[in-house]
């Protein structure tokens, strides 16, 4: 199938994309990499009557390191980060959840900011982001504002973000003093959409665990650092309260044991590492 007709619009600057935004509100959408958006539109589950096309904005492609973040660029595409020379000693957790993310075609194109504002509860990014505690910055004509990770995305491909506003940038944090983390995914291929994912976060005395691919959105929890049973039960907890679903790839139950098993790897896996 093809998309509906829609008018083609691609400003040279973030302050003509809010323009643009606040002349056409719900008639706009973004585009950086297209590549769920334009499967989407091809499909006809999306339409739009403006595509604003904001992957050559030079003010939206850098990464910077500010005092206790990693300030991430929206059309920084997934390679370029990944590639970042300080990504490993800087975030740990990201180095090691970004190559689980397409393939090498389609880190070449997608964007940071994409996936976060794309919002797919499989998709390893907006996993990472809450697990680090991380936050979305938004811009529009009237303003900037800045989101957490837990109040941006709110449901099933869906954010806080107002009509009028763009992702400008992300905000993942640096790696704590003593920490230690991990990544792990089960999918029907390398490069598929996560059946479960998980991410770890372990210091001295708790532990912060997200799990993406079974609910809605990214989930979080944090314990006190748990011995073996305290573990298992407090996983096969969260196991159940995410539910999960039956669908074409895994049953829930089968997702509720992947919570329980890797959740467990993950935090063992995090705690060999603290440093």
């Known amino acids: 199938m093809k998309p509906h007709s829609f008018e083609y619009l691609r400003p040279a600057s973030i302050e003509e994309t809010v323009a643009c935004l606040a002349r056409h509100s719900e ?23 403006f595509l604003v096309d904001v992957a050559n904005i030079k003010a939206l492609n850098y990464i910077r390191v500010d005092a206790d973040h990693i300030e991430v660029g929206a059309a920084t595409t997934q390679a370029q980060l990944l590639a970042w020379p ?3 000693s800087l975030s740990p957790l990201l ?10 075609q389609t880190r ?21 982001l809450i697990t680090l505690g991380g936050s979305v910055m938004l811009r529009s004509k009237a303003g900037s504002r800045e989101v957490t990770a837990e ?21 993942f944090p640096i790696r704590k003093k003593g920490a230690g983390y991990s990544f792990l995914e089960m999918a029907m291929r390398k490069g598929d959409l996560a059946i479960c994912a998980v991410a770890a976060e372990v210091r001295d005395g708790s532990i ?33 309260d995410l539910g999960g679903s039956d669908d074409v790839h895994a049953t829930a139950t089968f997702r509720r044991q992947l919570i329980r098993r890797l959740g467990r790897r993950a935090i063992l896996e995090a705690r060999e590492c603290r440093n």
């Not at 929890?221 to 159940?240: Q, T």
């Open 27 to 49: 008639d706009a959408r973004i585009i950086a990499g297209g590549l769920s958006l334009v499967a989407m539109m091809n499909f006809r589950l999306v339409e739009t009557k």
């Open 86 to 88: 300080e990504l490993a």
């Open 95 to 104: 180095a090691k959840g970004m190559p689980f993310i397409g393939h090498f």
């Open 151 to 171: 109040d941006f995305q709110v449901g099933l491909m869906q954010t806080s973000r107002r009509p009028d506003e763009m992702v400008v940038a992300v905000r």
């Open 208 to 240: 912060r665990l997200g799990v993406g691919g079974v609910a809605d959105k990214p989930a979080v929890r944090e314990w006190k650092d748990l011995g073996d049973a305290a573990l298992d039960e407090a996983l096969n907890e969260f196991a159940w």
């Open 108 to 128: 070449a194109r997608g964007t940071v900011g994409g996936s976060i504002a794309h919002s797919d509860p499989s998709s390893e990014l907006p996993l990472c």
